[in-house]
């Protein structure tokens, strides 16, 4: 299966694949001890100490993480303090954060069905009935697009341009 390319992207005068959002959302979450940050930042996961645990990284590689999750503009610092302890922060999804929940768990879907011999150890279902759910791609008209049905065209942007 591939989704077909637009003609006029073909041509590399036209296109510029360093121009790629899919680079660019890889450079802006890093390693991939980020993901697994935002996945607990999913499950809501606020606190430095809990990261740290829940991950399974060193307190550096955590500091390290979060701050560039922080400078890429997917999680905010937000003061808090407990009875007796100095000032502290906690880590809040942004919405820029939140937009990225479809393909963290489109990943683990595909992990399920490839890396998983028996299937993954959670399912995503519907909060409200239990029922199976999965990411897909969705039209306008709220209809399921298969993959093999989709194509690549120049963005808006890149239309106004020529």
């Given amino acids: 299966m591939t989704i077909k390319l637009d003609p006029a992207l073909a041509d590399l005068r036209t296109w510029r694949p360093r121009d790629c959002s899919i680079a660019k959302a890889l450079a802006a979450i890093g390693p991939h001890s980020s ?4 996945r607990e930042a999913f499950y809501g996961v606020r606190r430095f100490e809990m990261f740290v645990r829940r991950v399974g990284v060193t307190e550096a590689v955590a500091a390290a993480r979060l701050k560039g999750l922080t400078e890429a503009g997917l ?7 407990e009875p007796g302890s100095r000032t502290r922060y906690e880590y809040v999804l942004t919405d820029a954060g939140r937009d ?62 020529d």
């Avoid at 993901?35 to 935002?38: E, Q």
């Avoid at 999680?75 to 303090?81: C, G, I, V």
């Avoid at 519907?126 to 697009?145: L, N, Q």
């Fill in 75 to 81: 999680l905010r610092r937000e003061p808090y303090k």
């Fill in 35 to 38: 993901f697994l940050i935002l």
């Fill in 100 to 161: 990225l929940v479809p393909p963290v768990l489109a990943l683990m879907a595909w992990g399920d069905a490839h890396l998983q011999p028996d299937g993954g150890p959670l399912d995503l279902v519907d909060d409200a009935t239990g029922e199976p759910v999965r990411v897909a791609f969705v039209g306008p008209d709220g209809r399921e697009r298969p993959a093999e049905r989709l194509r690549v065209v120049p963005g808006e942007r890149r239309r106004r341009r």
